[in-house]
Structure formats: C-alpha cells, structure tokens
C-alpha cells in the first residue's frame, strides 16, 4: 500500500513563504512522477505543481510560476513544494500525488493521494 503524507501546512500573511512536503512510502512505491494540486472553497481541484522523479522535470501552472518550485528527493522519496510571494488567491487545500501515467495536469493521472494540507494567506 502506497501512502503519502504531507506537512507543512499552515497560516501565513501575504508575501510569505511556506513550505509543503510530501513523504511517499511503500514496500514497491514506484510513480511516473509526482504533483501537487490545491482545491479553494466552492472551486474545483486545479493543477499547482508536477515533477519527474527519472529526470526531475518540473511544470507549474500559470498562477505560481515564479513564485512556488517544486523539488523531489529520490532517496528519501519526498516532494517538496516551496511557496514564496504567497498571496490570499493562494489560500486552498493543498494535496500531493503520485503520477502514475498519462497527463500530469490531470488529477485522472494519479494514483494515489495524500491527505491534504489547508493552507491560508491573509491580506
């Protein structure tokens, strides 16, 4: 059974940084990659983050570029996501998972899911 756990969660003011990670674990995890996504009240769950264990490729939606990265620890099979610039748009549910195929902006594509994470920016 694959799990992933995540932490770092929290409340911050706008222009803050926070740091999520997520700790996959399982005696045969393996994955194409993994993400992030974030789903705000009343809204549906969007696409925040992707990278690539083999080559650590990264892809990030419109509304973070140059504000959030998403880095990947092999050994320790754990995915970052680094949050800078946080702005009150930021404030969601924010979920980790485990690529296992297809289209990395598609929650379709994963697997597996962590718990999700509330995080909260205030002005």
């Known amino acids: 059974q694959v799990q992933l756990v995540e932490s770092g969660g929290g409340l911050v003011q706008a222009g803050g940084s926070l740091r999520l990670s997520c700790a996959a674990s399982?005696?045969?995890?393996?994955?194409?990659?993994m993400g992030w996504f974030r789903q705000a009240p009343g809204k549906e769950r969007e696409f925040v983050a992707a990278?690539?264990?083999?080559?650590?490729?990264?892809y990030y939606a419109d509304s973070v570029k140059g504000r959030f990265t998403i880095s990947r620890d092999g050994a320790k099979n754990t995915v970052y996501l680094q949050m800078n610039s946080l702005k009150p748009e930021d404030t969601a549910v924010y979920y980790c998972?485990?690529?296992?195929?297809?289209?990395?902006?598609?929650?379709?594509?994963?697997?597996?899911w962590g718990q999700g994470t509330q995080v909260t920016v205030s002005s």
């Open positions: 998972a485990a690529q296992l195929g297809g289209d990395y902006l598609r929650p379709g594509s994963y697997g597996y």
């Open positions: 399982g005696r045969t995890f393996r994955s194409d990659g």
């Open positions: 990278i690539s264990w083999s080559g650590g490729s990264t």
